[in-house]
Structure formats: C-alpha cells, structure tokens
C-alpha cells in the first residue's frame, strides 16, 4: 500500500473543500503498519488502516479530488460514546408488561426517561416477535405501523430498510408510508406539472452549463454546502465544476445571482451576485418577474404554445382579471417580497436577454404551499422558452448527489430484496384495515396518533388515519425528521410499542421501548455503488472490525428474528453474507458486460477495493420533449408543461388550486402574521457539518463547531445587539411549541429577523415532560407541525417563527449524547452506557 499512500500524499485540496487530511486515532503508530481495507459512506470512499482489531487512520480515495472535512467523524461513527452496545428495554414497559398490566397501561407517560434493562438478544427478540403477534391478533394490520425508513448508511446487501421491510412482510400486512420529508411537496406537485418528479431525477451537465449558460440563478439552493454527501457513497465530481464556475464569474463569462434571505456558502465561495428576497416570499418574487415579462412581451408565446397549456388561466390571475381583482405588478410583489420594483423588472429583462438555467433548491418547498414556488417557477422558466436548450431551462436537483454528472451509462448493482419472494405469503394474511388507511403521507404519521379516524385529503384521494399501536424504526432517525417534539411526546404516550434498531442511542431509540444494537457498516461486509447520478464504479465495503460490543448486522438481526417463524431459509434465500456480496456484484457484471462495461471477477474486484467506470456523456435535461413534444411527451395528463391543471382543479382543494398562486402562511416575519409576538424566521436548513442527523454523535465534530458544547444559532449583527447578544453566549430560543438552547454565532451572512439552526441536531431535553427544554439545539423543538397542503400534506419545517433571548442562570448538562441509564427491574442505577 506504499504507492496509495503516497499518491494520496500528492493531492491538492483546493480552498472550498479544505481538510480531508488523514485522520488517525490517539494512540495509532507506525510501528504496526496494519492492513488497509476498502469501504464507503454518504461523505466518500475511503481507505482505513486496520491495527490489531481497531481501526487507527482513515485516507480519502484516491479518485475523491475534493474530500469533505465529515469524513474527519468517520471514526467516530465506529467508536462514539453513543453506540448501542446491547439489547435494551425501557424500564416501564418492561417491568409493566411483567406484572401484567395492560400495553396501553405499560407506562407510556414516561417514555423518554433514558431509564433502560439490559436482555440479551433472544429475550429481546422474542419480545418483538411477541409484540408483533399480539398487534396481529388483537388488532390487525392498522395497528402496526413500518416502512418510514428514509435516510441510513450507504450498502446495497444491508440497506436496513429492505431488511425491515423483507422481515416484517413475512409476518403480516402493516401500515407504510408515502413520500419523504426531503422534498415532500416538490415531488407531488410536480409530476401535474413537467410530468415528472424532478427532485430525483439527472439534471443538465455542468460541462454544458458552464460552456451555454449566460446567467445562471441558484435559488434557495446551496450546492457548495450540501454536495458534501450523496444518497451512495459520493464522489465530489461536481466540485471540479463549481471551481471553473468560479472561475468564470470572476472574469464576467457568467452573471451567477443567489436569490436567498441568506449570503449562503455558495455565495461567498463563488463570489457572486446576492439577491435578498424576504422569507417565504418566493412565489411573490416570481409573479413580479412574470408580469414584467408579460407586460414588456419578453416571454416565448411560441414556446408556450407549443409546449404548454393552461397560460390563458394563469396569465389572467397575473393581470387581476380574477375574483380579487389584485394585479400582481412589481410594486404589488415588492410590498411583500421586499425587493424593489425596479430590480424586479432589471432581473426579468436579464433573465429573458440571456441564455437562462434556474437551479431551485429543496428547502423552497418545505414551507406551508409548499408546492407553490415549485409550480410558479416552472413556469417562469416556461416563459423563458429555454427548457430544453443547452445551459437553459429549471433544475430541482443540481444541489444533491453530483447531480450534472454524467451518468456513466453502467448499470449498478441490485439490493438485498425488500419484498416477499414470489408466491409467498405472510404468516398472518389479515389485510383487513377496518376501513383506515393502509397507507399515510410520512409527514402526517403524528397526526393520525392525535386525531385517529381523522380523514384527510391526499393527492386526489382521501386517507382515514390508522391510530396505530406499535411502530418500529431500522435505520431512520424520526426523532429529528418528524416536527414539533412536544406534539411528539404527546402523540407517543399513546403508543403501546415501539422498536428502534439502531447502532446510536439517538431520540428515537431514547424514545423506543425496546432497542436493538445494530452494528455500523465499517463492521460488515457490502457493496455500493459509487456515485448516485454518475454511476461512476462499484465500491466493495470491507469489514474494517468486528462488530463491536454486542451488536449484529440488520441482516443476522432479521435472519434470526425469521427463525421464529421458521423462516429464516427464505428470508435469506439460503445464503450467508459474503454470498450475497457476492451475488449482486456478479448480477451487476453480468448486465454490464452487454453494455461493453468490463467488471474483474468478483475476488479481484474484492481485494483491489473498487471498480471505476469512464464519465459519460453530456446530457441536457428536457431535450428531448422540447425536439418532439408528442414523440417525447412529458408525464403530465396533457403531455406538455402544464401552466393550469384541470387535474388539480377537480380536487377542489383550498390551497392548491388550478394554477400556482401567492397564499399567506400561518406565520412570517418582516410584518407578517405572528411577527409582533415572534419577529425572526428560523430555516431548518441541511448542515453544513454532517449529514442529517449522522455524525452529529461525533465529539471530534462537534468540537468543530459547537459554541458552549451547543449547537449554534446563527444570527445578524443587528438582531443580536438588539437582545443585547454577544458571540459564544448561550441564548434560549423558544416560541409556543416549545424552547431549546443554542450558541450564539454572529454573522453578517444573515439578515435582520433571520436566524438558523441546522436541522440533525440531537434532541437532548432535560426530561420526557411535555415543555420540556432541549439542552442542545434540535431546531425541530420550534417548529411547525402541518401539512404543506392538502396535495402533498409534505412537512411545513420552514414555517417558523422564534424569539431569542440572552441564557440566565446555570445551564443543564447536554443530554443528547451518550447511552442510557442502566437499571436493574428495581430501577436501581447499575452502570451508565
């Protein structure tokens, strides 16, 4: 390993990604020279030098030009304070369910106490299998609720989610989800729309944007901070892009505008143009910019009526010919959106003047009418008349994944199957809902704890929410994904179970009552595909250590809960780990040998680490559908773009209506609704330091950024001087739903009655009661709790006001990190996890 040693030493780092250096743990030496192993996560490919059983230093591939600093906390991942080490039960439900007591009497209102019984791994599985035929039996299928799986470590044999899923649909029927918390409204909006999700789908190659596009817009999107991770193991390929696009800017090839409430890091990396538009009021902004291009006759009537319906509708919203007879003129958007009349028409005249790409992000759409800036901003870029041509058109992804990568053209290996083998059934074929819903929108998932019965609108159908009785997790965090942690305590009191699998003693499994030890993916073995858009290789997934303490693959996991049922040769197909790797790597050279994709058998493939695909090919996004509309029709019930939705408008839903339109939300700053009482508008926005909710356990990280062991609240010069705030204070940020503290940061980046808490913060409350105060700043403490619509119902995060204050008094100790207390059945305090 000398020579990857060294060519790893020759690699440049440019400045807007720096770090990505070597980590090694304390103690590591170089008297041992160890073994170096191959594996991947969500923040790159890496090599790891193994010592006597422990891991002591991790390099970034060789391939990975641009490595993130996260990759500094994968060490932390195997060997964080906070691990599950051993199968546990909360005290309560385990000492009420031994005495007898009824499951809706098993102590539910202390859930959250942190107060757990150690059992080994055959109690604790018989007690889910035991849970789980008592639901079956006493309930029914509505009773069990499965399948909110979202995020989890990267590796294609042991995705946890297809383990649950597999396992749990050889027992019995359940209730699952739709949608995610991602891009909830973007992708139920949009396939009315451009017939399409969008928000998954390739975008335009950067290679084309950067040699077509004359202005490029990101709005509300902030590449240089989210590209870090990917949905696979990720390759950074797209920051060789965004440097030349700096490099562009600088010498005028490209006018780059970010429209943002925020300087974002984008921004400042690129040195570009900064728009500030007022929190939440996008879609203003945009009419304004449509009726410019109206008025001034700067839109593509050509375009529009070859590839578009519904713009007579829609245009005579614009122009006030409408029931509230509102012309929505510049000025009229101006008094909401904040920016000046007079830039609005400059921006318009710009947009329409030049080669055009729009790149929207997701947060845009995780607001009440959320759907809204999606729909109205498809069609400003259908006015434009540049979807479809090089270096024009709308993106919703160029933020994720590489995304304007090009797709290698190789095909990818399969996953470890999620659903039941064919002919198969489950132990327990009742598919009888009792007239609930089999299926709810993931975001509405609290509601149907609290309003049971309660029918709501969904996409064109109704759902009757399932008062569910047992939920289990794999893998999915949804104590930091679900809003408004208060209306959570409240809801889960009336759980009888709950099941987390996990490998960190995160809220949901502090929340659980039975939790599980899984073991992370650096003690397993794996296959994942390296790139998510560009398909750029195979990765293997070296066992780097043995699973620590007492923890299990989700594979092992579910194989041994199968057994109880006498199912486990099925649910495995007979086959152990190494012999599933196996398989779908060789099922994956199989499909690509007839693509002229040649793959090394498997054992090479094994003991080299990797196999890499050459860069496809540009692509530009639409193209087709704008060369042959009727050919290459776009999803949409129409075939082409649709402006108005007859669809849509048959719902006859109260906030989403034919065509897009601008509605007030139930509260916003800068003189609007509940900004009297509340005055700053708190985003939720992806982080810049981890992934979601991974690595936040990391010490090593948070010692990065954390302000007072806390983590940070980021707030305007003016707005901290006002609330006589000074750099690094503890500050309580609260509103109705509920109070947390953060660490004060300062900056210039953010405007007066804007402030940010990056959503993965840990919840770590100072105990299970409801009002409780959150020790280290889960922004999802503050925030609010309802549908995007009644299309979507999609999470509502960024509809959010705060107050900030200056801590007094003696704070609490953080209570996010760490394990459990461990009791005896007396409750007595045996050791602390």
């Known amino acids: 390993m000398g020579g990857v040693a060294a060519s790893l030493g020759s690699i440049v780092v440019p400045p807007l990604l720096r770090n990505g250096n070597v980590v090694r743990a304390a103690g590591a030496t ?47 991942v195997l060997y964080s304070p906070s691990r599950v080490r051993y ?58 609720h499965v399948g909110n799986v979202g995020w989890h470590a990267v590796g294609l044999m042991h995705s946890c989610g297809n383990h649950m899923l597999r396992a749990m649909g050889m027992h019995g029927n359940s209730v699952g989800t739709a949608g995610d918390y991602s891009t909830g409204a973007g992708q139920t909006i949009l396939p009315y729309v451009l017939g399409s999700t969008e928000v998954y789908s390739q975008g335009t190659s950067w290679e084309i944007i950067l040699k077509e596009t004359q202005v490029l817009v990101f709005w509300a999107s902030d590449p240089i901070k989210n590209l870090q991770v990917g949905w696979n193991t990720e390759t950074h390929e797209a920051y060789e892009h965004l440097a030349r696009l700096k490099q562009k800017v600088a010498s005028g090839e490209i006018s780059v505008i970010s429209v943002d409430p925020v300087k974002s890091k984008t921004r400042n990396y690129l040195g570009c143009e900064h728009q500030y538009v007022n929190p939440m009021t996008d879609v203003a902004l945009m009419l304004g910019l449509i009726h410019t291009l109206w008025k001034e006759a700067l839109y593509d009537k050509k375009f529009i009526e070859t590839y578009a319906v519904g713009f007579e509708e829609f245009i005579a919203y614009v122009e006030g010919k409408t029931e509230d007879k509102i012309e929505r003129t510049p000025e009229w958007a101006e008094s909401i959106c904040g920016v000046p009349a007079g830039r609005i028409r400059e921006l318009a005249r710009l947009m329409a003047g030049n080669r055009t790409q729009l790149i929207f992000g997701w947060a845009i759409q995780r607001q009440q009418h959320g759907e809204q800036p999606y729909w109205m901003a498809a069609i400003l870029a259908t006015m434009l008349g540049q979807i479809g041509l090089p270096g024009g058109g709308i993106s919703y992804v160029h933020h994720y994944s590489s995304a304007g990568v090009p797709a290698s053209g190789a095909s990818m290996p399969g996953s470890f199957p999620l659903n039941l083998d064919p002919g198969r059934k489950p132990r327990h074929e009742n598919d009888d809902y009792q007239g609930y819903s089999a299926v709810v ?56 179970t709950v099941v987390a699998i996990d490998y960190n003693w995160t809220a949901t499994c502090r929340f659980a009552d039975i939790v599980l030890p899984a073991c992370t993916p650096f003690e397993r073995n794996d296959i994942d595909a390296y790139g998510t858009f560009s398909n750029r ?36 197909r007979n086959m152990n780990e190494m012999q599933w790797v196996e398989f779908l790597y060789e099922e994956c050279r199989k499909e690509n040998a007839g693509k002229g994709f040649a793959m090394p058998p498997f054992a090479q493939f094994w003991e080299q680490g990797y196999v890499l695909f050459p860069e496809g090919k540009p692509w530009v996004r639409h193209a087709d559908f704008r060369e042959d509309p009727e050919v290459n029709a776009l999803g949409t019930p129409s075939g082409f773009i649709e402006i108005y939705s007859r669809k849509l408008a048959s719902f006859g839903y109260r906030d989403c209506k034919g065509h897009p339109l601008w509605m007030e939300k139930a509260e916003r700053s800068h003189n609007g609704p509940r900004s009297d009482k509340y005055p700053l508008w708190m985003q939720s926005s992806h982080p810049n330091e981890r992934l979601h909710s991974q690595t936040c356990e990391s010490p090593s990280r948070r010692a990065t950024y954390t302000i007072q062991g806390r983590e940070p609240v980021y707030i305007s010069p003016e707005d901290a001087r006002q609330r006589g705030i000074r750099q690094g204070d503890l500050v309580r940020v609260f509103n109705d739903r509920g109070q947390l503290l953060a660490g004060a940061a300062i900056s210039s980046d953010f405007p007066p009655g804007v402030v940010r808490i990056h959503e993965g913060a840990w919840y770590g409350p100072t105990g299970p009661e409801i009002g409780a105060l959150d020790t280290y700043g889960d922004p999802n403490t503050l925030t609010l709790d309802i549908g995007s619509s009644e299309l979507a119902q999609a999470t509502s995060a960024n509809t959010c006001l705060v107050e900030i204050e200056l801590f007094k008094g003696v704070a609490p100790a953080v209570t996010a990190f760490g394990g459990p207390a461990e009791v005896d059945i007396d409750g007595k305090l045996m050791a602390s996890l």
């Open 30 to 76: 170089a008297a041992d020279p160890g073994r170096w192993k191959f594996s991947g996560a969500h923040w790159g490919a890496f090599r790891a030098r193994v010592v006597a059983g422990h891991v002591v230093e991790i390099k970034p591939f060789e391939f990975d030009k641009h490595p993130t600093p996260i990759m500094d906390g994968t060490l932390d």
């Open 87 to 144: 199968p546990m039960v909360r005290l309560d439900w385990y000492r009420n369910r031994r005495a007898g007591a009824a499951p809706s009497q098993a102590g539910q209102a202390s859930r959250g106490d942190n107060r757990f019984i150690r059992v080994g791994w055959d109690e604790a599985l018989d007690l889910v299998y035991d849970e789980l035929e008592r639901i079956q039996k006493d309930y029914g299928p509505w009773a069990l």
């Open 441 to 496: 929108p993931v975001a509405r998932v609290i509601d149907a704890l609290l309003e049971p019965g309660k029918e709501i609108n969904y996409n064109g159908h109704k759902v009757k929410l399932p008062p569910y009785k047992m939920a289990i997790f794999s893998g999915g965090n949804q104590w930091h994904r679900q809003q408004d942690r208060n209306r959570m305590k409240r809801a889960y009191q009336k759980l009888e």
């Open 537 to 572: 290789g195979v990765i293997a997934m070296h066992k780097l250590v043995d699973p620590l303490f007492h923890s299990r693959s989700d594979f092992d996991i579910w194989t041994d809960f199968c057994k109880r049922m006498q199912r486990d040769v099925e649910y495995t």
